[in-house]
């Protein structure tokens, strides 16, 4: 059985940071994963993902220098380090993983989905 265990969300000042976890079971973490976030009214877009073996990271421009993926692959876990979070990054944000072994920032190449967690930012 695929499950994705999303945690560390919650309700930041702008300029302040969180780090997301995302514990993961079954064969997904062998798998390319990602990071992906929904705010309201808009659809759910990528933030990060990371190839099978994380050698390559790809980041969305409105988190480039800001946002950091990262594996740790002996706990089966996926991490997203947020700095200098703004308003404008309140999301739900949810982690994913594929069988595609390269680089994917396409929504529908994702199967497997974790339940998502809250970030706030405010101003």
């Known amino acids: 059985q695929v499950q994705l265990v999303e945690s560390g969300g919650g309700l930041v000042q702008a300029g302040g940071s969180l780090r997301l976890s995302c514990v993961t079971s079954?064969?997904?973490?062998?798998?390319?994963m990602g990071w992906f976030r929904q705010s309201s009214g808009k659809e759910r877009e990528v933030v990060a993902a990371?190839?099978?073996?994380?050698?390559?990271?790809y980041y969305a421009d409105s988190v480039k220098g800001r946002f950091t993926l990262s594996r740790d692959n002996a706990k089966n876990t996926l991490y997203l380090q947020m700095n200098s979070l703004k308003p404008e990054d309140t999301a739900v944000y949810y982690c994913?993983?594929?069988?595609?072994?390269?680089?994917?920032?396409?929504?529908?190449?994702?199967?497997?989905w974790g339940q998502g967690t809250q970030v706030s930012v405010s101003s």
């Open positions: 990371s190839s099978r073996n994380g050698g390559s990271t």
């Open positions: 079954g064969r997904t973490f062998s798998n390319s």
């Open positions: 994913a993983a594929t069988a595609v072994a390269g680089i994917t920032r396409r929504r529908d190449d994702y199967p497997y």
